[in-house]
């Protein structure tokens, strides 16, 4: 039987802060098949020869990674050569370590757009997508984009289409559809024929007087169902690895949208996908395990909680690794 491989995203231990070495070390000892190096925040980042070696501990420890930058799209669509040399540095990193791909994504949020209409953000990226078409290819990568909190699934797989899907793909990530009004399974059916990779987050959804509220939990204690999510992406793409990413810690957010205002920044959404929102919303109520709450808005973390916040996110971390071992089903290292 053929399994997908499974790794872990590094984002989710940066409390600990660890070398990038360490990220490599911890995956090995969950017997894990891989890893996703995203924003590292090892001292020699900036360091070419840093990524190579990398490179050579992903090839000694037999742990496959991926890797990316963030954020690109330009606050002026006139101005796209400083995001242009920071692609180009992502695949000059993304080359030296054996990457496959670089992962990029739009912006943090719909607040944190520039100011334009979806098409006009889509006509900026594709043409630094195609700027840097050559160097890419020539590299032997794909740029990933992550489905972020900002464009709906439908938009970015848009995106993709106008880019070039034979160097852009889908950085398909199952947390941020809550945040978009979005079923993570309407987005996995979208993305799934462009997926590079499979980042997995689970998320409560419950109903609020004003809308409804949202948080990220640990995978498999939320309302999401990833059964049928790990079943449909390994029908269309069975070879891409599926990384366990359980951003938590965070306070629920609330989407009032029976509010008139709330809809200014979601005019593009459909119907039939809000409604398939509402329903996964109706089903769910408030996480109530035990939780360290570490990102707090506009508010540093509290010294006397960070040790706290450390444990809390690697135990996360294994908690979810298990589920998505022995309830998933994923991952082959484990098994020998």
Known sequence: MAYQKLGLNTYCLRALKWRDRQ???????????????????????????????????????GLPVETGMSGILPKNPNDLEPMRKQLLTGVARAKACGSKIIRVLHASDRAHLPPGTVEQHRETIVKLFRSVRSEVMDAGLHIAIENHKDFTARELAETMQAAGKEFVGSYLDTGNPTFILEDPMTTVEVLAPHALCLHLRDSVLYEHPRGAMVQWVPLGEGVIDFHAIVKHIHSVKPDIFAYVKPITGRVPELFPYREQKFWENYRDVRADDFARFVSLAQKGRPYEKPLVIEDLPNQPVAPQFLEAIKAQQKEHMERSVEYAKKQLDLGLRWRQ
């Open 23 to 61: 990220h490599f070390e911890f995956a090995a000892s969950l017997k894990l098949d891989g890893l996703f190096l995203q924003d590292s925040l090892d001292p020699e980042v900036n360091d070419l020869n840093h990524w190579k070696q990398v490179g050579q501990w992903s090839k000694e420890m």
